[in-house]
T-cell receptor, first 112, second 113 residues
Framework: ETGVTQTPRHLVMGMTNKKSLKCEQH?????MYWYKQSAKKPLELMFV???????ENNSVPSRFSPECPNSSHLFLHLHTLQPEDSALYLC???????????FGEGSWLTVV | EDQVTQSPEALRLQEGESSSLNCSYT??????LFWYRQDPGKGPEFLFT???AGEEKEKERLKATLTKKESFLHITAPKPEDSATYLC??????????????FGTGTRLTIIP
């Protein structure tokens, strides 16, 4: 069982829909991340939360909206997405001041 | 420009045929180099962290090494279950709160029985 759990694993949504991705970590970490993985491209960091505060937002379009209610949970709210947003969205966690981050299994998003 | 480059892009080996994957980097202030394994449709699984040139880490058939410019992931006598994409990531930055983690595009390894 992975220490970082993501739901749903697969999501198909229309461009006018609103949906959310959920992430929960069971590792006692205090930093959480959203990454986007597209074919043939490196992982792209989207958002970082450290001690429940957003510390990085890498020029991500406003149609992606993160939420971190506590150190164990992270959400990515999605609205009016574009087909090019179809990708694998990965949640990860780490301990602040420690280097290694641990990933969840990912949520496959298809925008139609 | 800070970069992480992995080669080859894809590698096919016969079972038992040893080889190496390369990760070269051009960053300032290296704080750590990470190797991950990713199976199709799944998230990356952590393998190793290397912090300084000359450091080596081993796990089963895998051995990671680090120099000032590159890292190698050596795979000895691989088995079909070693087939996966191997990702390299580099963490760098000048101090607390300024660390960046940059990933390469990965090497897709296929071990043929």
């Amino acid at each position: 069982e992975t220490g970082v759990t993501q739901t749903p694993r697969h999501l198909v949504m229309g461009m006018t829909n609103k949906k959310s991705l959920k992430c929960e970590q069971h590792l006692g970490h205090n930093a959480m991340y959203w990454y986007k993985q597209s074919a043939k491209k490196p992982l792209e960091l989207m958002f970082v939360y450290s001690l429940e505060e957003r510390v990085e937002n890498n020029s991500v379009p406003s149609r992606f909206s993160p939420e971190c209610p506590n150190s164990s949970h992270l959400f990515l709210h999605l609205h009016t997405l574009q087909p090019e947003d179809s990708a694998l969205y990965l949640c990860a966690s780490s301990q602040v001041l420690e280097n290694t981050i641990y990933f969840g299994e990912g949520s496959w998003l298809t925008v139609v | 420009e800070d970069q992480v480059t992995q080669s080859p892009e894809a590698l096919r080996l016969q079972e038992g045929e040893s080889s190496s994957l390369n990760c070269s980097y051009t960053v300032s202030g290296l704080r750590g180099l990470f190797w991950y394994r990713q199976d199709p449709g799944k998230g990356p699984e952590f393998l190793f962290t290397l912090y300084s040139a000359g450091e080596e880490k081993e796990k089963e058939r895998l051995k990671a090494t680090l120099t000032k410019k590159e890292s190698f992931l050596h795979i000895t006598a691989p088995k079909p279950e070693d087939s996966a994409t191997y990702l390299c990531a580099v963490q760098y930055g000048s101090g607390f709160g300024n660390e960046k983690l940059t990933f390469g595009t990965g090497t897709r390894l296929t071990i043929i029985p």
